[in-house]
């Protein structure tokens, strides 16, 4: 049997010449890059236009945001001004602060009329201009109503969107009285004319997205509330069945901020839409449009790349033609070790190449040789790759580091450094964790330094060890900068900013919230390598250890505290610390000076 049928080498057929075979490899070798590059450029583009039009989605969406914001705060702003003349000081009888009312309420450009209700709920009176006919109002307010504006702490309550007598779209609002003491001393309560607002969303959507129809704002039962045709907003019109918010997932009832793009279908037509949450009034702000619209420019880019390609893959057949008459038969082994070189398998040229003596044969042996070192090299590659995975999940990067390129240092001892430390802890961990499962606590505490660690190693600390609910982290060891106090303290900022972003978490899925203590002070320690032959860790120990941990249980919730030659060592570098006097340190004689972060 010949030698590569023994092997398993495929063998071509004789009457193919080999111009043609080298030829095939040419393409083979040319097209995949080729292609790779055409959906690279595709994917970069698609991905580029679909934030472009993230972008533009959300810059819409916040500008009807301010605007719905603005029109509400003008319109609790007009019925403040009212209240001031129904209740101020020095503006005659009731008839009289009627009468100035009412000329208040006709200078208005949104709102007809105001009723005053008393504390109870009961109508009082109805202001308006003379020309505004008679409004039809309820006569008392309902209990739940008169509960919310008691609780809303003087700010405008909004009911829902209804027909007027004329068959307009209108927003009832009600807006709250309120004594010094709190208590509710009247409510003011009117209709809102929406056509003005109507108008904006169809001007956005015609001006941005080609379309009118492209711009609305629905409320938590998924009616309209504002769009460009007002008579669908008076008719209430449900749009629960709209493939944009049967495409999306989240909060349904619109109560807390939520921002998502999805694709959907709209009677047939493939749609790209956006929504975002108002959810101080339960309302979401929704944009669409035709994805045919949106990805016009991306046909285009692939018509180019088309052309492109196909420009490329006649150059490389024409080269391919050309170079494969100009090769000999050793080609087809070097071709097949290529290719097993590219599926890593790293097997030599064979003795065909090998013995020969020109520059095919000097190109074999290279060829053998380069394997060889790959080969190695490869797996040098991976025996260091799996051991810093296994050791990441213990220690921190630059420790890792140390262990890796420098194996030698595994050994008992230490050096003394300047080192600066920084404890966090959870205060009122052991009534927590009293009152919650222990699952809950260790999903928490796993969570909580999870961003802990990331956030310190980004400023170039390293996590010393996880004690119960505390974290100790050490800066200038095993790796020294000179600005190692400052990343600490900037460290310890971080982790107090984002500790308000886990407390919405964990408020949100178990109704828990924490709040961290920390300590920072800087001195001299002893880093190295403490325990025994067979069983070490990396850590650093000295008094500055014990300082730090004594000026963290020092520190009330929330708050900061550095010592003052942690201070000394930031100098003027733009964090501001305060003064907070001199505390005497358990097992110290001498006072220290504490310097606190402000928030």
């Not at 097992?587 to 310097?595: K, L, P, V």
Request: hydrophobic share 45%; with cysteine; proline share 5%.
């Amino acid at each position: 049997m010949p030698p590569a049928q023994e092997m398993g080498t495929p063998v071509n057929p004789r009457g193919l010449p080999l111009s043609i075979r080298l030829f095939l490899l040419t393409l083979l070798c040319a097209l995949p890059p080729l292609v790779g590059l055409s959906w690279r450029a595709r994917s970069t583009n698609e991905k580029t236009l679909k934030e472009s039009v993230l972008h533009l989605h959300r810059s819409i969406v916040w500008d009807v945001q301010r605007t719905v914001r603005g029109e509400l705060t003008r319109v609790e702003q007009d019925l403040e001004d009212i209240s001031k003349i129904l209740f101020g000081p020095g503006l005659g009888d009731d008839t009289t602060r009627y009468a100035l009312a009412g000329s208040r309420v006709a200078a208005l450009r949104d709102i007809d009329f105001v009723t005053l209700y008393a504390p109870s709920g009961q109508s009082v009176t109805t202001v308006k201009a003379e020309e505004v006919p008679e409004p039809r109002v309820p006569s008392r307010l309902d209990p739940a109503l008169l509960e919310a504006l008691r609780v809303s702490n003087g700010r405008l309550v909004v009911q829902g969107v209804y027909a007027n007598a004329q068959g307009e779209p209108v927003l009832e609002a009600f807006f709250p009285i309120v004594r010094d003491d709190g208590s509710v001393r009247a409510v003011l309560g009117t209709q809102v004319k929406l056509h003005e607002l109507c108008t904006l969303m169809g001007n956005f959507g015609e001006q941005f997205l080609g379309s009118r129809e492209n711009v609305f704002v629905v409320d938590r039962e998924r009616r309209l509330v504002l769009h460009a045709d007002p008579a669908r907003v008076a008719a209430r019109e449900d749009l629960s069945r709209h493939g944009l918010f049967s495409a999306l997932s989240g909060d349904s009832s619109f109560g807390t901020d939520m921002a998502a793009i999805s694709d959907f279908q709209m009677d047939g037509v493939e749609m790209l839409g956006s929504l975002e949450v108002l959810s101080e009034r339960g309302w979401a702000v929704a944009v669409q449009q035709p994805q045919s619209v949106v990805y016009a420019s991306l046909l285009s880019m692939r018509r180019s790349i088309l052309e492109a390609f196909a420009i490329a893959a006649l150059v490389a057949l024409v080269a391919g033609l050309l170079g494969a008459r100009q090769l000999t038969r050793p080609i087809r082994d070097l071709v097949a070790a290529t290719r097993a070189l590219s599926e890593r398998t790293f097997r030599g040229v064979g003795e065909r190449v090998t013995r020969r003596r020109d520059e095919l044969g000097t190109l074999g042996r290279a060829f053998d040789s380069m394997a060889l070192t790959l080969d190695a090299k490869e797996r040098e590659v991976v025996a260091q790759t799996q051991v810093r995975a296994a050791l990441s999940r213990y220690l921190s990067p630059d420790v890792v580091d140390l262990v890796v390129s420098n194996p030698d240092q595994l050994r008992l001892g230490g050096e003394r450094r300047e080192v600066t430390i920084l404890f966090a802890d959870v205060v009122g961990f052991t009534k927590l964790s009293e009152a919650q499962p222990p699952e809950t606590i260790v999903a928490l505490l796993n969570e909580l330094f999870t961003f802990a660690t990331e956030i310190i190693q980004r400023r170039g600390g390293i996590i010393d060890k996880f004690i119960g609910d505390c974290v100790m982290a050490v800066w200038g060891s095993p790796q020294s900068h000179p600005d190692d106090a400052l990343r600490a303290v900037q460290a310890a900022e971080d982790l107090r900013r984002w500790l308000d972003v886990g407390n919405r978490r964990w408020r949100a899925r178990w109704g828990i919230e924490i709040q961290l203590a920390i300590g920072i002070h800087t001195g001299p320690a002893v880093a190295g390598n403490v325990g025994s032959e067979k069983r070490m860790e990396y850590t650093v120990i000295g008094d500055t250890v014990n300082v730090a941990a004594r000026i963290e249980s020092m520190a009330q919730p929330g708050q900061i505290l550095v010592s003052e030659s942690t201070r000394e060592r930031i100098g003027d570098s733009g964090v501001e610390l305060v003064p907070a006097g001199e505390r005497q340190l358990h097992g110290r004689t001498a006072a220290t000076r504490i310097f606190e972060v402000p928030l």
